[in-house]
Structure formats: C-alpha cells, structure tokens
C-alpha cells in the first residue's frame, strides 16, 4: 500500500529522450542545479527533480531505486525506514541509471563493477550533497543516493538528546586536554552526528583540531578534515601518525578498525590530545572486550578512555495521532523488564495519519547509554573482568541501560516500546 499521499509520476508521464548536452548535475565541472529555476529540461531531468524534491520535502536519507525483471522501484528511507514510492516498467531503468551517472561524472559503460559518485544541487537556498553508490545486481545496477543535510551538523548535544544533567561526565570530558571518547552502536545509530556535535561545541581559533574520516561526511569551517584512500595506503592508521606531527590539539577518527589505529589512538590520548572516535559494539561494558580483541592493552584503556557512549535512534510518535497502548505489559516483558514498576505509567503507540505518511512516527531522537571511566570501573578493567561484572559496576555508579533510556523516553511520550524493542 502506497503511505505517500500522492505520486511522483505516472507510468504513461514518462517519456524518457536522449539529451546530447552535459548535465548541469555534472559535478566535474562543479555547477550546482538549483530545482527550482531550471525549467526547460529533458523529461528524464523533470523526472529526477521531482524525485529528489519529493525526497528532500521528506526529510529522507537514502533514496533506493532497484531493478527487478519486470520492473523498477523506488523507495525512501525516513526516520530509518525505507517505504515504497512507485514502481515503474523496467524499460525506462537504463536511461535513469546512465543520467544518474552521468550527474556524478561516473564510467556510462561500466555495468560490471560497482562505482561511486557524488554531486552536489541547491534546493530552497540550501545547498545539499548527494553521495551515489551503484552496484551490480541479477537484474540490472541498483542505485542508492545518500543525501547529506548539512543542518544537521549544525545540531547541539542537547538538540540531539543529550541531556545536561544526565551527561554531566562528558560535557566535563570535553572540557579536558587529553583522553579519548569513544560512541558506539551499529551502523545508523547517530554515531558520526554525535560527534560532530562535538566538534561543533569545541570548534574555536584557540584549538587545533583535526579529523580523520572514509569519507568525510560534511565540511566544517575551521576543522582540518582528512580523507582516507586505502587503495593508495592513506588508511587510517597512516595519517593519525602523520598528524600527530601537526601540533594537534583534538583528534577526530571516524571509525577504529584495527590494532595499530587503537594502538595509535589510545597513545595519543595519553599524550595530552582528547581523541574522539567510534567502534561498532552493541553496549558500552562490551566495547572494553572488543579493543582487548583488537589487542590493546588494558592498562592502556584504562588509562586512556575516559567515557563511551552507547546509543540508537528511535522514532519519535506523531503528536496527532498517537493513541494509548493497551499491551504495553507484554512488551515490557519481551524487554526484560519487571511490569510492576510500571503499573501506574501510560504509554502510548503509534497508528498513523497524513501527518505522519500512516506511519505513526515523524523524526528521530537519541537515546543512550553513557560509561563513565572512573577509578572503580579502571579496577574492573586492569583485573579483565566480565562485560557482564563491568556493566553491574558501571549501572552501581549511575550508569542508566540503554533499554531503560528508551522506557524512559517512552513514558514521557516521546517514542513507542516498540521502537525500544526495535532497536534495543
């Protein structure tokens, strides 16, 4: 069932012509399209505004255009969520796929091995960058467009959902000259927008601050961004010894994949640079285990980490039409959670209405859970203990788990336990 309230285009609209001239998208030649001056356009050109502007109206962040046999769709992830839009006869795929690639300056002939591209477009005075992935799939090259919103790194802690009182220690951390702080969860969980936000509060002409990224997501006026190229030997590891030459002051490294990087990163951070980062566990007590996997060494993390952030992304309910949730017993139970501290709470769920696209949620918001690396929970690291005896220790010193943030936020509200459950 369609949830968008009206279509991008009908089957027989599409009428697909050849153009010989380059593409104003052509981000070679660095021009920016504004999508709402060009009017006189080839009909395939119509059709790809109309796409990008419906998705753009909806804050969406990856559009998905996939090939089948007979067919073609097109489908938007919002708030985290891929929904379809259309499908289309497969017959107008090709001219799509090779104007597409034409708009990122990408090989029109190469259909066997995957590429990736970007461009860039004005749309409302906002000028937007489109990361393009294409891969070769049995019926034909799957497109993916990331869309970067360039607001969004603009966003405080607090606007994220990081709560003053709550994340008192790492507001504090930040205030420090070296340690590192580590945000991790799994892919889509907030991890790089976090960080960011963090940049942005220690951005000024006092610090020297340097980041390290594959690729870099957004530009920051006044930070010094990196990006890594493997396939020339700029890994990771490579420029952070590089840049520890450079009289930096805070260190920003978009994911810890190896030994040498969390070597590396744990002795700067012991060596007056507050180091920020990222690593994929799914609590904040496991990814102590993980970095022992890695091979550092404990007394290293010890004495280099000062605070790790474990976090998702929920949807937030829709304030028109969320209703009282009746079976919230059981899902407090699928949660692991003793019902009979909750009897007297009202949670509420989603139903869906046109405000929302009839999903019942519109946006997203964070929660956490956030380890603090005091001396107790240093003890608990040096004697190797279990991430199980550590997260006992850290929930004993104020430690909330990710799971009762998520309730929390539920109670106030804000999300749904299914999103909990969802996500948690």
Do not use: W
């Amino acid at each position: 069932m369609d949830r968008f309230e009206r279509k991008i285009f009908k089957k027989d609209d599409l009428k697909f012509e050849k153009s010989e001239r380059k593409s104003s998208f052509f981000y070679g030649e660095n021009k920016e399209l504004s999508l709402e001056k060009e009017k006189r356009k080839p009909e395939i050109e119509k059709f790809l505004d109309k796409l990008l502007i419906e998705a753009f109206e909806k804050n969406c962040s990856d559009i998905h255009i996939e090939p089948f046999s007979d067919f073609f769709r097109i489908r938007y992830r919002i708030d985290g969520i891929l929904l379809t839009v259309e499908k289309y006869d497969i017959d107008y795929f090709p001219p799509i796929v090779s104007k597409i690639k034409i708009m990122c300056g990408l090989d029109i002939t190469e259909r066997r091995n995957p590429q990736d591209g970007r461009f860039k477009i004005k749309y409302r005075e906002k000028e937007l960058d489109l990361r393009v992935g294409i891969i070769p799939t049995y019926n034909g090259e799957k497109i993916v467009i990331r869309i970067l919103y360039g607001e969004s790194i603009k966003k405080s802690l607090e606007e994220l959902g990081f709560d003053r009182e709550y994340y008192k220690n790492l507001f504090n951390i930040m205030k420090r000259k070296n340690g590192m702080i580590l945000f991790t969860g799994p892919m889509g969980s907030g991890k790089t927008t976090s960080m960011y936000a963090i940049l942005n509060e220690l951005n000024n002409e006092e610090v020297n601050i340097t980041t390290i990224e594959n690729p870099v997501e957004y530009s920051i006026d006044g930070i010094n961004q990196i990006q890594c190229r493997d396939d020339i030997g700029l890994t990771f590891s490579a420029v952070l010894k590089g840049i520890l030459r450079q009289d930096v002051d805070i260190i920003m490294i978009g994911e810890i994949r190896d030994k040498e990087t969390a070597e590396i990163a744990l002795r700067a951070s012991l060596t007056g640079h507050l180091v920020i980062s990222t690593l994929h566990t799914n609590t904040s007590s496991s990814t102590i285990e993980r970095l022992i996997n890695l091979g550092a060494k404990p007394y290293n993390i010890s004495a280099g980490i000062k605070g790790i952030q474990n976090q998702r992304l929920v949807r937030k309910l829709c304030p028109h039409c969320k209703v009282v949730d009746n079976e919230y017993i059981n899902k407090l139970k699928i949660l692991g959670i003793n019902e009979n501290e909750y009897k007297n709470k009202i949670f509420y769920t989603h139903l869906g209405c046109e405000k929302c696209n009839f999903t019942g949620y519109k946006g997203r918001i964070m929660i956490g859970e956030f380890l603090y690396i005091n001396e107790s929970i240093v003890e608990k690291i040096e004697n190797k203990v279990s991430v199980r005896e550590l997260e006992k220790e850290a929930i004993l010193n104020g430690m909330i788990p990710l799971v009762l943030n998520g309730v929390n936020r539920a109670i106030e509200g804000i999300t749904s336990l299914d999103e909990v459950i969802r996500e948690c």
